[in-house]
T-cell receptor, first 111, second 114 residues
Framework: GENVEQHPSTLSVQEGDSAVIKCTYS??????FPWYKQELGKRPQLIID?????GEKKDQRIAVTLNKTAKHFSLHITETQPEDSAVYFC??????????FGKGTRLHILP | GAGVSQSPSNKVTEKGKDVELRCDPI?????LYWYRQSLGQGLEFLIY????????KSGLPSDRFSAERTGGSVSTLTIQRTQQEDSAVYLC????????????FGPGTRLLVL
């Protein structure tokens, strides 16, 4: 079955700098890659997703890139702000199958 | 519209007791997922439903765990003879269909087994 690896497990960046979180997946049939953000004590919420027919997607300060050949995808957050502090989960799925989550990255934005 | 709801929000029980956790998905969502999240940890997949059937129960930790879904809507996760290691937040999520769809999470049930 699908296996999603995520790193780093913890990331600290200065406010205003960029943060990058990377994930790899094992099943070449996976074609949907969402990213979820979980703030402390709250439920995970989708922040951005990408499907396998595109290589990059951007939404304001957040972007996701996908390399299907290498089977890896990344989340990029630019101009980080205190409210970006949270746990971020990547995930992968294929049609008509469950979503598999990575183990999460705890992002700390330092003042 | 209403989001995913779960009840109870908190549950404290004694070791050996049975507990039932409830999830009300978004109306019309055919896929429903249960996850377990221990303190500071990731999302551990337990089971998912497509309609009332559960094509994948591979994540259930032991035969003490079971789940059902009726009417393609409400789902109940039952843990029998609870153990201290069952203490965690149990999250439910629903999506319009399985795979390739946004999952909407409920607020979770925080279970503490004493």
């Amino acid at each position: 079955g699908e296996n999603v690896e995520q790193h780093p497990s913890t990331l600290s960046v200065q406010e205003g700098d960029s943060a990058v979180i990377k994930c790899t997946y094992s099943d070449s049939a996976s074609n949907y890659f969402p990213w979820y953000k979980q703030e402390l004590g709250k439920r995970p919420q989708l922040i951005i997703d990408i499907r396998s027919n595109v290589g990059e997607k951007k939404d304001q300060r957040i972007a996701v890139t996908l390399n299907k050949t290498a089977k890896h995808f990344s989340l990029h957050i630019t101009e980080t702000q205190p409210e970006d502090s949270a746990v971020y989960f990547c995930a992968a799925s294929k049609r008509d199958d469950k979503i598999i989550f990575g183990k999460g990255t705890r992002l700390h934005i330092l003042p | 519209g209403a989001g995913v709801s779960q009840s109870p929000s908190n549950k404290v029980t004694e070791k050996g007791k049975d507990v039932e956790l409830r999830c009300d998905p978004i109306s019309g969502h055919t896929a429903l997922y249960w996850y377990r999240q221990s303190l500071g940890q990731g999302l551990e997949f337990l089971i998912y439903f497509q309609g009332n059937s559960a094509p994948d129960k591979s994540g259930l930790p032991s035969d003490r765990f079971s789940a059902e879904r009726t009417g393609g809507s409400v789902s109940t996760l039952t843990i029998q003879r609870t153990q201290q290691e069952d203490s965690a937040v149990y999250l439910c999520a629903s999506s319009e269909n399985r795979g390739r769809e946004t999952q909407y999470f409920g607020p979770g049930t925080r279970l503490l087994v004493l």
